[in-house]
């Protein structure tokens, strides 16, 4: 299977305001109270907004977005586009749209209620407050955006320069293992989830002291099983060991129930040794 048919790549780029201020005053008062010698002992950074939620709120949103998009993605360029697998890019840009018109409405909501937000801050902010400080509503809303850019992944042979044929096979050449690389690189990440989930559950299922009281929630379950779904689109390059310790896990996870493993030692039992065996049948 071509990685070029099979996926694509998506950069996701979500900026927010900062609403944070080296106060130099603050910072000098501070240093000399203190009798610090050096100038860069200490540094006094104030928050703009303090005493209300909402940029934060908005800050916390793409962070919930970035972890959403890593999630649905393979890592491909260090800080820039990953490799989103096309059976999952209908549904990742219908979600995309969703979460893309929520940010959008949240920093409109701002935007609205930014000569408020000034204000309350300055009533929380004291001495602190300097007016000053606070860009105009254009200006910070500058620092607000939601980007995604969609493009096709190259293909590893393909590399157009009109430069003399010797060097133009070294380049391509450096240019295939980069690709190869990096493609070996990604398809980590899918078996390194797979381990993390594999070893976590193994982990607590191991008995231990009696009077430690675990705790069980369905997402024992459900986390794991959501993976199995997903791990069939992340495998991008058809890996039979990859799809084989999927379907192990999936099977192993047929009939379970969490009260089950809740009440009874057998069946912890039971769960945890299947998940053993998929462990060690794999080098991780």
Same mark, same amino acid.
């Given at each position: 299977m071509s990685i070029t048919s099979s996926a694509v790549l998506v950069e996701m780029n979500i900026s927010v305001w900062t609403a944070n201020k080296l106060d130099k005053a603050a910072t000098t008062e501070l240093i000399d109270r203190n009798h610090a010698t050096a100038s860069d002992a200490a540094q006094v950074r104030k928050n703009l907004m303090a005493g209300t939620t909402l940029r934060k709120q908005i800050a916390d949103y793409a962070?919930?977005?970035?972890?959403?998009?890593?999630?649905?993605?393979?890592?491909?360029?260090?800080?820039? @586009?990953?490799?989103l697998p096309t059976? !999952?890019?209908?549904?990742?840009?219908?979600?995309?749209? +969703? =979460? *893309?018109?929520?940010?959008?409405?949240?920093?409109?909501?701002?935007?609205?209620?930014?000569?408020?937000?000034?204000?309350?801050?300055?009533?929380?902010?004291?001495?602190?407050?300097?007016?000053?400080?606070?860009?105009?509503?254009?200006?910070?809303?500058?620092?607000?955006?939601?980007?995604?850019?969609?493009?096709?992944? @190259?293909?590893?042979?393909?590399?157009? !320069?009109?430069?003399?044929?010797?060097?133009?096979?070294? +380049? =391509? *050449?450096?240019?295939?293992?980069?690709?190869?690389?990096?493609?070996?690189e990604a398809m980590r990440t899918p078996w390194e989830q797979l381990h993390k989930m594999l070893q976590g559950m193994s982990d607590k299922l191991t008995e231990g002291d009696e009077d430690v009281k675990r705790r069980w929630h369905d997402t024992f379950l459900t986390n794991a099983q959501e993976l199995c779904g997903m791990l069939t689109? !992340?495998?991008?390059?058809?890996?039979?060991?990859?799809?084989?310790? *999927?379907?192990?896990?999936e099977a192993a996870l047929i009939g379970a129930d969490i009260d089950d493993i809740k009440e009874d030692v057998a069946t912890r039992a039971d769960l945890k040794a299947k998940l053993d065996t998929i462990l060690k049948g794999y080098e991780w």
């Amino acid at each position: 299977m071509s990685i070029t048919s099979s996926a694509v790549l998506v950069e996701m780029n979500i900026s927010v305001w900062t609403a944070n201020k080296l106060d130099k005053a603050a910072t000098t008062e501070l240093i000399d109270r203190n009798h610090a010698t050096a100038s860069d002992a200490a540094q006094v950074r104030k928050n703009l907004m303090a005493g209300t939620t909402l940029r934060k709120q908005i800050a916390d949103y793409a962070a919930g977005c970035r972890l959403w998009h890593n999630t649905r993605t393979l890592p491909w360029s260090d800080k820039g @586009p990953r490799i989103l697998p096309t059976s !999952l890019f209908m549904d990742y840009k219908a979600e995309l749209n +969703v =979460r *893309r018109e929520t940010f959008l409405k949240m920093t409109q909501e701002f935007r609205d209620k930014y000569p408020a937000l000034v204000q309350t801050a300055a009533n929380y902010m004291g001495n602190l407050h300097d007016p000053n400080d606070y860009p105009s509503v254009d200006e910070v809303m500058s620092k607000f955006g939601f980007k995604v850019v969609f493009s096709p992944v @190259p293909e590893a042979n393909d590399f157009r !320069l009109d430069i003399p044929q010797q060097e133009l096979e070294e +380049v =391509r *050449r450096s240019y295939d293992d980069a690709f190869d690389t990096r493609l070996a690189e990604a398809m980590r990440t899918p078996w390194e989830q797979l381990h993390k989930m594999l070893q976590g559950m193994s982990d607590k299922l191991t008995e231990g002291d009696e009077d430690v009281k675990r705790r069980w929630h369905d997402t024992f379950l459900t986390n794991a099983q959501e993976l199995c779904g997903m791990l069939t689109h !992340l495998n991008i390059t058809a890996d039979p060991k990859l799809e084989a310790a *999927r379907r192990q896990l999936e099977a192993a996870l047929i009939g379970a129930d969490i009260d089950d493993i809740k009440e009874d030692v057998a069946t912890r039992a039971d769960l945890k040794a299947k998940l053993d065996t998929i462990l060690k049948g794999y080098e991780w």
